[in-house]
């Protein structure tokens, strides 16, 4: 007697081992790898019969691993419908050795989130002025994890987020962060107790300057930002592993130290961030809210040396110069 398994079951169960295999790369969190696993794994699938293969190809595209950005020219002379009907998800990389050039997502009708390893060490990678780094969005992608990013100005940031309208996660996993009052791109030393995660809710706690890019994100609902944290931080008053009270989001260590014993300044700078608008519009400016935003939530992992599988080198990191000066922030900062 045979037996007539439904294409539907079979789909579901090559789903399900695709979706539990292993990564084919060692340490998960290195940059610049494809986590998929190895082509082997179904390709003895995909030769069992025609329909087999057509249902093993449709799920191992549904994520894509690109290198360059050329290689998405190709892609409909190998396979016609990738674009129009298998890609759910994204994952390319800007290599540091490469021109940076738009990456085109014409075509790309299916795409629900989008993974970036952004690999340059320049600080100027993306100016004013410069282009979108992705171009021709034309489905509506809902999860950004952007990794790697070196020296993450609001700039550059801009140019990596803006493109992406019905944005509702967006995930930043960074090197460095954003110092909102000496406008600079900082190595987080956070004083000891340190905290492990710091949670927001109702739009609070994102580096004032980068909410000029994200308000008018209007689906945005969650942000989430991962900084490795370099120790040894300066004494900063209302904050260690048990207490906030001054909303850190990302200043750095020295700015804190300095600033923060003017009480007067420390005020008016947390009521800032808690979007209170100042009446001197000329120096202050209020703290933007993107309308939908409910959660932001940092999480810092400790530096220890850097073994194999880390996401940065030790040559990125083993440097006493940590605060970068950037000249392209829009001036907002205290002086």
């Known amino acids: 007697m045979l037996y007539y ?4 079951l079979i789909n579901e169960i090559a789903h399900h081992i695709l979706d539990n ?13 494809n986590l998929k696993p190895p ?13 087999f293969r057509l249902i093993g190809l449709a799920l191992w595209f549904r994520q894509l691993y690109i290198a360059s950005s050329e290689d998405l020219k190709a892609i409909e002379l190998h396979f016609p419908v990738l674009k129009s009907s ?10 540091k050795d490469n021109e940076v050039t738009p990456w085109d997502l014409a075509g790309f009708m299916r795409l629900s989130s989008l993974r970036i390893d952004w690999l340059c060490i320049g600080m ?41 309208d019905d944005l509702i996660i967006l995930r930043l996993d960074l090197l ?5 009052l000496c406008n600079t791109c900082i190595l987080v030393r956070l004083p000891s107790p340190p905290p492990t995660t710091i949670s927001y809710a109702d739009g609070l706690g994102l580096p004032y300057h980068y909410t000029r890019f994200l308000f008018p994100l209007d689906a945005l609902e969650e942000v989430y930002i991962r ?3 370099f120790g040894l931080g300066l004494p900063t008053p209302g904050l260690s592993d048990q207490v906030n009270d001054n909303l850190w989001s990302g200043e750095c260590d020295r700015c804190m130290s300095l600033m923060y014993e003017d009480d007067t300044f420390r005020i008016a700078w947390v009521n800032r961030k808690k979007g209170v608008q100042p009446g ?47 000249e392209e922030s829009d001036g907002e900062g205290e002086e």
């Open 227 to 229: 900084l490795p944290d």
């Open 86 to 95: 298998w890609c759910r998800h994204l994952h390319f990389v800007q290599e």
């Open 176 to 180: 460095r962060i954003w110092c909102g």
């Open 21 to 33: 295999a292993p990564s084919r790369h060692e340490h998960p969190e290195a940059l610049g790898h």
């Open 124 to 164: 100027s990678d993306v100016g004013d002025g410069d282009p979108p780094f992705v171009i021709n969005v034309e489905s509506k992608i809902r999860e950004l994890d952007i990794r790697g990013v070196r020296h993450p100005s609001p700039m550059l940031l801009m140019s990596l987020v803006s493109p992406f």
């Open 280 to 326: 001197n519009l000329d120096k202050w400016s209020p703290y933007l809210i993107p309308p939908r935003l409910r959660k932001v939530r940092w999480a810092f992992w400790k530096i220890s040396g850097l073994a194999e599988g880390m996401p940065f080198s030790l040559e990125e990191v083993d440097s006493e110069e940590d605060a970068v000066s950037e």
């Open 39 to 51: 082509w082997n794994f179904i390709q003895s699938f995909t030769l069992t019969c025609r329909e």
């Open 5 to 8: 398994i439904p294409p539907e």
